[in-house]
């Protein structure tokens, strides 16, 4: 998991208040999905089923059984070898310890995606115009460069559309994608060097690729399109380049032309040493990142040359990490990310910003599950703006130490990592929040996050695989 490790003294344990946790469970097939080709879809899928909510129902664990899908398939033949189509539970906890905020909604239904290597791992999930679900990051590691980049479509309901790997395996990084017309364009890097890829929609078949050796240990981590091409972002000279979270390099900005030839770049020197966004509003470009030394929130606006109208941080005596942003209806900033300023661990970290930067207001939030807050981490690693003017935030949390908490009769522990969301509304109320995990007890934790056609959302969630979780509609 893209989780943030420190080494914190703690001499103090309590004990969560006795209670029992009402369980609302949520019964779906779990798909792991096999290599398929390129461009057949696969139908091994079909029986995938919407699922209820299943309210304090003692029995809800019977609800799920266990079928096998007997289809196969192999490369050649687009024949897909067998696979186990298993039970799936979601365990929604409430009562007991939690502190959770408002009717959060359910979870419909949770479905993986397989790479090739031991692992894999998603740290970024889009929506597509014809309501598909496209994931990217690795299969593999880069600390033993093993890592590819690997890129997962789905039909809405989660049923494999096509994936592909791109790289041998090496020190290798899949970190977003956008949609243009004819396209979705893939960013990355590839042998330590930042790349552009631009696949095929019905197919992920490569219609380009461009390489760009910008300095050192270098990655593109999002663009934008704008009017001559793309502009993007990311950072150089990574010191500390096998974290995928923050390299301790410099902030910097690439300028494409539509076919991905790299126009013009530059750095951000010291006032951010890693772009991890950007967006177009009106005829600028906005960005957000880390400050160096990962101390602060940055956030800068441009032109569409990338020259720099202003550039402002925002933070606590503390660490204050920025990992998210995006742009409201009205053209406000939300950025969120996780701190330590002002809390007793990593807590959730959300503002409001205007587009001269001036704060409108902010708002920390954590440890929902009611354990020992010197022992949590709430690390938030993505956000959307809502319909409603407000922002949905997404991020994984537990306990990081050699400790572990329960509840009395509750089958929630402290050191197991969940899903965590939190909704906003445009003044910053917390409108709700919720936790998600499998009933299995294993780690789940949310890594990005989109809002889809039906009003709920798509969450992709880091269980060593490309997880999908569908979320019913935020707002209702």
Same mark, same amino acid.
């Given at each position: 998991?893209?989780?943030?490790?420190y080494?914190?003294?703690?001499?103090t344990?309590?004990?969560c208040?006795k209670?029992?946790d009402?369980?609302d469970?949520?019964?779906?097939?779990?798909?792991?999905?096999?290599e398929?080709?390129?461009?057949e879809?696969?139908? @091994?899928n079909d029986? +995938?089923? @919407?699922t209820?909510?299943t !309210?304090n129902?003692s029995?809800?664990?019977?609800?799920g059984?266990?079928?096998?899908?007997?289809?196969?398939?192999?490369? $050649?033949?687009?024949?897909?070898?067998?696979?186990?189509?298993? !039970? @799936?539970?979601?365990?929604?906890t409430?009562g007991g310890?939690?502190k959770?905020?408002?009717?959060?909604p359910?979870g419909e239904?949770?479905?993986?995606?397989?790479?090739?290597?031991e692992?894999?791992?998603?740290?970024?999930?889009?929506?597509?115009?014809?309501?598909?679900i496209?994931?990217? &990051?690795?299969?593999g590691?880069?600390d033993?460069?093993?890592?590819?980049?690997l890129? *997962?479509? +789905?039909?809405?309901?989660?049923?494999?559309?096509w994936k592909?790997e791109?790289?041998d395996?090496?020190?290798n990084? %899949?970190? $977003?994608?956008?949609?243009? $017309?004819?396209?979705?364009?893939i960013t990355?890097?590839i042998n #330590?060097?930042?790349i552009?890829i631009?696949?095929?929609?019905s197919?992920?078949?490569?219609?380009w690729?461009q390489?760009?050796d910008?300095g050192?240990t270098?990655?593109?981590e999002?663009?934008?399109?704008?009017?001559s091409?793309?502009a993007?972002?990311g950072y150089?000279? *990574?010191?500390?380049?096998?974290?995928?979270?923050?390299?301790e390099?410099?902030g910097?900005?690439?300028f494409?032309?539509f076919?991905g030839?790299k126009l013009?770049?530059? @750095?951000?020197d010291?006032?951010?040493?890693?772009a991890y966004?950007?967006? #177009?509003v009106?005829?600028n470009l906005?960005?957000? %990142?880390?400050?160096?030394?990962?101390e602060?929130?940055?956030?800068?606006?441009?032109?569409l040359?990338?020259?720099?109208d202003?550039?402002k941080t925002?933070?606590g005596?503390k660490?204050?990490h920025?990992?998210a942003?995006d742009?409201s209806k009205?053209n406000s900033?939300?950025?969120s990310?996780?701190?330590?300023?002002?809390?007793?661990n990593?807590d959730?970290?959300?503002?409001?910003i205007d587009?001269?930067?001036?704060?409108?207001?902010?708002k920390?939030?954590?440890?929902?599950?009611?354990?020992?807050?010197?022992?949590?981490?709430?690390?938030?690693?993505d956000?959307?703006?809502?319909d409603?003017? &407000?922002?949905?935030?997404?991020? %994984?949390t &537990?306990?990081?130490y050699a400790?572990?908490? /329960?509840c009395?009769?509750?089958?929630d522990?402290?050191?197991v990592?969940q899903?965590?969301l939190?909704?906003? /509304?445009?003044? %910053?109320e917390?409108?709700w929040?919720k936790?998600?995990?499998?009933?299995s007890?294993?780690?789940?934790?949310?890594?990005a996050i989109?809002?889809t056609?039906?009003?709920?959302?798509?969450?992709?969630?880091?269980?060593s695989?490309f &997880?999908?979780l569908?979320?019913a509609p935020i707002?209702?």
């Amino acid at each position: 998991m893209r989780k943030v490790f420190y080494s914190i003294l703690i001499a103090t344990l309590f004990n969560c208040s006795k209670g029992g946790d009402s369980l609302d469970t949520f019964s779906t097939p779990t798909i792991s999905i096999k290599e398929t080709s390129s461009s057949e879809e696969s139908d @091994s899928n079909d029986d +995938t089923t @919407s699922t209820q909510e299943t !309210a304090n129902n003692s029995n809800s664990e019977e609800n799920g059984t266990n079928t096998e899908d007997s289809n196969s398939e192999e490369e $050649s033949s687009s024949q897909e070898s067998s696979s186990d189509e298993t !039970a @799936s539970l979601i365990l929604d906890t409430s009562g007991g310890c939690t502190k959770f905020i408002g009717n959060g909604p359910v979870g419909e239904w949770f479905k993986f995606v397989d790479g090739s290597q031991e692992e894999a791992h998603a740290h970024f999930i889009f929506t597509s115009s014809d309501n598909g679900i496209l994931q990217i &990051g690795e299969t593999g590691f880069l600390d033993n460069n093993t890592a590819k980049i690997l890129v *997962a479509k +789905t039909d809405a309901s989660g049923n494999l559309v096509w994936k592909k790997e791109f790289g041998d395996p090496g020190h290798n990084l %899949g970190n $977003s994608i956008i949609e243009v $017309s004819d396209g979705y364009i893939i960013t990355g890097s590839i042998n #330590k060097n930042s790349i552009v890829i631009k696949v095929d929609k019905s197919s992920g078949n490569t219609i380009w690729s461009q390489t760009y050796d910008n300095g050192g240990t270098d990655a593109i981590e999002h663009l934008v399109e704008t009017t001559s091409g793309f502009a993007a972002v990311g950072y150089i000279n *990574a010191t500390d380049e096998n974290n995928t979270f923050y390299t301790e390099g410099e902030g910097y900005i690439s300028f494409l032309d539509f076919n991905g030839n790299k126009l013009s770049g530059k @750095s951000f020197d010291s006032q951010m040493s890693h772009a991890y966004r950007i967006f #177009k509003v009106e005829n600028n470009l906005i960005i957000s %990142g880390l400050t160096a030394g990962a101390e602060d929130y940055a956030l800068m606006k441009t032109n569409l040359n990338g020259e720099k109208d202003w550039v402002k941080t925002y933070g606590g005596d503390k660490k204050d990490h920025c990992f998210a942003m995006d742009i409201s209806k009205d053209n406000s900033i939300y950025l969120s990310g996780h701190t330590l300023s002002g809390v007793d661990n990593w807590d959730t970290y959300t503002m409001k910003i205007d587009l001269n930067g001036n704060k409108l207001w902010e708002k920390k939030r954590g440890n929902p599950r009611g354990f020992n807050p010197l022992y949590i981490h709430d690390e938030v690693w993505d956000l959307k703006a809502t319909d409603d003017g &407000g922002c949905i935030i997404v991020a %994984g949390t &537990g306990d990081e130490y050699a400790y572990e908490e /329960s509840c009395s009769q509750s089958k929630d522990l402290s050191n197991v990592w969940q899903v965590y969301l939190i909704k906003f /509304s445009s003044s %910053g109320e917390i409108q709700w929040d919720k936790t998600y995990a499998p009933i299995s007890g294993d780690d789940w934790a949310g890594e990005a996050i989109d809002i889809t056609s039906d009003g709920g959302a798509v969450i992709a969630v880091d269980n060593s695989q490309f &997880g999908i979780l569908k979320i019913a509609p935020i707002n209702n």
